[in-house]
């Protein structure tokens, strides 16, 4: 219900208590202390509902801020609250902060009243019941019908009732209309106050600060960024809420911990927040680019000590890649030739990049078909012991191993016989030099006793028949044996031409690929002497590349040497290493030329 009263307005209200200000300082009807306050902003409580405005400024001690409430628009209040302390009914209303600051809702009373009230919002956005609202800052929800303020003298209760949106009845008199003055027994304000603080305050208690950290996974020599935020409650503006972070150690077994200092930069900082800023900061973490190759290494962001809240995600894992194993060349060395029975050796290795010390890499070993038509296939098993194997390379041991394939000494004469041993299925990195080539030479031909048998007595007229064979050791399936030692030295000659050939291609390649890890080494030891110099790189990391350019270096020497023999064999098997080294032979050996 609504009252007319009889009484001063507000406005004589507010000069009974000292207020002195104008018309452009202060709203209508809005009640001012005897000490004149500072206004400090003035809003309009424009928008609908669901829309209301942050407030510009917090008042402090003396300060007012005025908000002019219209009808149908959104008011949302910068505190929880429980936590206005006072409160004063003139048309307006004035709500005062913990701190003695004063926010005004101008025409509250009359927005309240209208066909379309405003809406009223928690500091975190949330709808309020107007009357939850009126109860928690100490005002009796009746308010909102009276259109004129209560009076001011204590013995002063007469006025006039009309009907209204208030209780049916109020003192036993009903609402029907227009009545005569009478002496109703209104409480005192100190009672009401006293009356409306004992009622139980149904307010949502929000949620207190929770901060929390992401992740990150990075490819060494990026920088991992990670985001520090919080959420819950809200910050008023200007109000500042402070957190430390920090590097830490990994995160879970199933890596080895990044090293402060050799993978990534450490940090320990406290991050600060303010009410009205942004909710989430970041925070960098650059990783060192070093020229090992290692597996993923693992580190943490760590939040703690915050100045209020809790923390509800923590801490933020982060991920180094390693960026060197495609950097690992491997290859197989050298061709071989022996004799059955015997067994040819191969080595298996890597350049490039080293192994970081514990890092292991695998490669897979296998024998295979011939390499040339020139040859009888070697048959696995019966000729040469079958290799599948896979070697693990380990960081801080050697770079090579040896795979030996044993060899079969038959009984049977043969020819020369070939097979294949590759590479394949490198964890990590390529392969420059696979396959290796392995010819089986027989051992069996020696064993070969020629005769023809026998004499024979014949009438002349007639022929006389002999048998000619062999003994000792038998000749293979297919294999043929001419006693002139024509085909044999043939044979020979057209072996050494191929292998010697094809040693010579593979020294080239081999030459090659060590040139470019030569030049790309020699680039990687320049970089780190100038990051060095600039304190970028450590000591350790410069010598690491030193060594790793010297050895690169040796091995292209090697490599380049064995080249160099492969073309002289080249040439000695075709008949032009006198000519290519402008050598005379003596007359010893010259080969007298049938007539």
């Known amino acids: 219900m609504a009252s007319d009263s009889t009484n001063e307005t507000g406005a004589e209200s507010a000069r009974s208590r000292g207020a002195t200000s104008s018309a452009a300082d202060a709203p209508t009807q809005v009640a001012q202390a005897a000490t004149e306050p ?36 959104a008011v949302q209040l910068p505190v929880d609250v429980s936590q206005f302390t006072g409160h004063e009914i003139n048309g307006n209303l004035e709500l005062t902060l913990p701190n003695g600051g004063v926010v005004v809702l101008e025409g509250f009373t009359a927005a309240a009243n209208s066909g379309t009230p405003p809406e009223l919002l928690t500091a975190e956005g949330k709808p309020i019941d107007l009357a939850d609202f009126l109860v928690a800052v100490g005002v009796a929800p009746e308010v909102v019908n009276v259109t004129q303020p209560l009076p001011t003298t204590p013995n002063d209760h007469a006025g006039h009732f009309t009907n209204g ?65 919080y959420a819950g409650d809200t910050l008023a503006p200007g109000q500042t809420a402070t957190i430390h972070v920090q590097t830490g150690p990994g995160f879970t077994p199933g890596f ?42 693992d580190f943490t962001v760590v939040l703690s000590a915050p100045s209020q809240g809790t923390i509800v995600v923590n801490p933020g894992s982060g991920l180094i890649l390693d960026n060197d194993a495609s950097n690992l060349h491997w290859s ?27 890092i292991t890499e695998t490669i897979t070993v296998l024998t295979g078909a011939g390499w040339t038509a020139a040859f009888s296939d070697a048959a696995a098993g019966a000729d040469y012991t079958t290799v599948s194997t896979i070697l693990t390379f380990t960081g801080g041991q050697p770079t090579t191993q040896t795979v030996s394939v044993g060899t079969v000494d038959d009984t049977i004469v043969e020819g020369p016989e070939d097979y294949t041993i590759s590479i394949a299925n490198a964890s990590q990195g390529s392969i420059v030099q696979s ?45 043929s044996e001419v006693q002139d030692n024509y085909v044999n030295n043939e044979r020979k000659i057209t072996e050494d031409t191929r292998v010697s ?18 030049a790309a080494n020699t680039e990687t030891r320049d970089a780190y002497r100038q990051q060095f110099e600039i304190g ?14 010297y050895l690169s270096q040796d ?19 075709a008949g032009g290493l006198e000519k290519a080294l402008s050598v005379t032979p003596p007359d010893q050996a010259a080969v007298p030329v049938e007539q």
């Open 38 to 73: 500072v206004i400090i902003a003035r809003q309009i409580a424009q928008g609908g509902v669901g829309q209301a405005p942050l407030l510009a400024m917090m008042p402090q001690a003396g300060e007012w801020v005025i908000i002019k409430v219209e009808p149908g628009s």
């Open 165 to 229: 949106p208030g209780p049916e009845s109020l003192g036993g008199l009903t609402p029907t209309g227009a009545i005569a003055g009478t002496d109703l027994a209104f409480p005192g304000a100190a009672e009401i106050k006293q009356i409306l603080q004992e009622l139980p305050k149904q307010v949502e208690t929000p949620r207190a600060l929770e901060f929390s950290v992401s992740s990150a996974t990075v490819t060494e020599g990026q920088t991992a960024i990670f985001t520090v935020s």
């Open 256 to 297: 080895p911990d990044a090293t402060s200092g050799t993978d990534y930069t450490g940090f320990s900082t406290d991050l600060t927040f303010t009410g009205g800023q942004p909710t989430a900061q970041t925070v960098a973490v650059p990783t060192i680019d070093d020229t090992f190759g290692e597996s993923p290494e």
């Open 332 to 358: 197989i060395i050298t061709d071989s030739t022996v004799t059955e029975g015997n067994a040819a050796t191969y080595t298996v290795g890597y350049t490039g990049a080293p192994l970081a010390t514990g």
């Open 435 to 479: 396959p290796a080539n392995g010819v089986i030479l027989d051992n069996d031909a020696t064993r070969l006793n020629w005769s023809i048998i026998t004499d024979s007595t014949v009438t002349e007229g007639t022929a006389a028949t002999y048998t000619v064979g062999y003994t000792g050791a038998p000749l293979a399936n297919g294999m």
């Open 501 to 518: 050939w094809n040693s010579v291609m593979t020294s080239q390649q081999n030459v090659a690929t060590l040139q470019r890890t030569v």
């Open 536 to 549: 970028q790189r450590g000591l350790l990391d410069l010598l690491n590349a030193d060594n790793e350019l």
């Open 555 to 573: 091995n292209l020497i090697t490599a380049s040497y064995a080249e160099l023999f492969a073309r002289f064999r080249l040439l000695a098997v």
